[in-house]
């Protein structure tokens, strides 16, 4: 472990798993593992690769970083112990934790703080690329799988991993950290690298903490002997599956002991209209059409019972990559029932009665994503907006021509 030469930055706390500063400038990867304490894949993974990225002579270029995240619940084996740590990323929250508000602070509001004053501090001392990645597992059975918001830079560097990416969690979930980072612009990722206690999970992650450093520049492939092993792995692993796919449900749990998921569903399982998903207050829910079941709850403790998605195909991600680039989203101020939110003009505000011709497909192509209001109004937001495309222009994974940003 390198120490970062800047006192702000303490890499012998527990905190850290591991800090590489190499000689020759280069991106700055940043990975998080344990955000919720019964997933510890990513911390097992992060640590195998620190050793051996210690026991090395590689050549780095740029720095990186592994953090553990929820320390309190990461001893105990436990999602969360007063507060999901992944839910209360928001703005709003963050500005009054910092400013105080003459209360007690919860477990993970004060990991949260913590927390962000150390992403604070590399993002001053580091300038990047920058590209944070969070490792998660699920608690059923699953191929690994990215989520990302729906960012462009997102898109494009996501697609170089062997297996699927989903798009549109940040339209379904308040307040996940990566959604956070993502509004401040810079390219990050969330890998779900299988279920809880398997130890392909592990492996999984490691696999694709190689190909990221690789992908980055923090690391030339040359070096990896091993490379085509790793992406041969996730390939496997994946099933061959590397399509997008789009969240069009999510099922919330208000009463987690009154929720009982059907026994044996796996992620990315087709199911057909009428198929008994759950059991929730002793009645079945029934999926309402033909979908695919993703991230089905096989646990004690989850805000979501269940999501169900769809494949998208790819000319919808080419027009929608050339709809925002050609910056189409900037005249929807003009259409009827769509006015800006704030004066900073990074919201819409949708007057669903008076709009009701503009679905949410509509919006999505143009990168915006909602958050339901009421009943006549949601307000929507657009990653393309605030992602900071300049800074990963020159990265040779940006300049490529792929269909997906064509």
């Not at 040359?222 to 092993?229: H, L, M, T």
């Amino acid at each position: 472990m390198i120490e970062a030469p800047n006192p702000k930055i303490d890499v012998k706390t527990k905190r850290f798993i591991g800090h590489i500063r190499g000689k020759h400038p280069g991106p700055t990867l940043i990975f998080f593992g344990g955000i919720h304490g019964n997933e510890k894949s990513g911390v097992t993974a992060l640590e195998n690769v620190f050793k051996e990225l210690e026991n090395n002579a590689f050549t780095y270029h740029g720095s990186i970083y592994g953090l553990k995240g929820n320390l309190p619940a990461l001893l105990k084996g436990k999602r969360f112990l007063e507060k999901d740590l992944n839910r209360i990323w928001t703005k709003s929250n963050i500005n009054g934790l910092k400013e105080g508000k003459n209360r007690d602070l919860l477990i993970e509001e004060k990991e949260l703080l913590e927390i962000h004053g150390l992403i604070q501090d590399i993002l001053e001392l580091e300038k990047g690329p920058f590209y944070f990645i969070d490792y998660h597992t699920t608690s059923s059975k699953t191929l690994p799988f990215i989520t990302i918001n729906d960012a462009l830079i997102n898109r494009r560097f996501s697609k170089l991993f062997p297996v699927p990416i989903i798009l549109g969690i940040e339209e379904y979930l308040e307040g996940p950290l990566l959604s956070y980072i993502n509004e401040r612009g810079y390219v990050s990722l969330g890998f779900e690298s299988g279920q809880h206690t398997e130890e392909m999970a592990i492996k999984n992650s490691i696999a694709f903490t190689w190909l990221a450093m690789v992908f980055s520049g923090f690391l030339h492939k040359g070096d990896i002997k091993d490379f085509q092993k790793y992406y041969g792995q996730l390939q496997k692993s994946a099933e061959n599956n590397s399509n997008f796919y789009e969240i069009v449900y999510r099922h919330p749990i208000d009463d987690i002991d009154g929720f009982k998921m059907m026994e044996g569903f796996r992620s990315f399982e087709e199911v057909i209209q009428g198929t008994p998903l759950a059991i929730e207050k002793d009645e079945f829910i029934l999926a309402e059409k033909d979908a695919i079941i993703f991230m089905p709850l096989y646990q004690e403790q989850g805000e979501e019972g269940f999501f169900l998605i769809r494949k998208l195909p790819i000319w919808v991600l080419a027009l929608s990559a050339f709809l925002r680039r050609t910056k189409f989203g900037s005249l929807l101020q003009v259409l009827p029932g769509v006015s800006w939110a704030n004066k900073e003009k990074e919201l819409l505000l949708v007057n669903t009665k008076i709009a009701q011709f503009f679905t949410k497909p509509f919006f999505h192509l143009l990168g915006y994503r909602n958050r339901v209001l009421d009943k006549t109004y949601f307000i929507m937001n657009n990653r393309e907006l605030t992602a900071r495309n300049e800074m990963y222009r020159k990265t040779w994974w940006y300049r490529i021509t792929i269909w997906m940003s064509s």
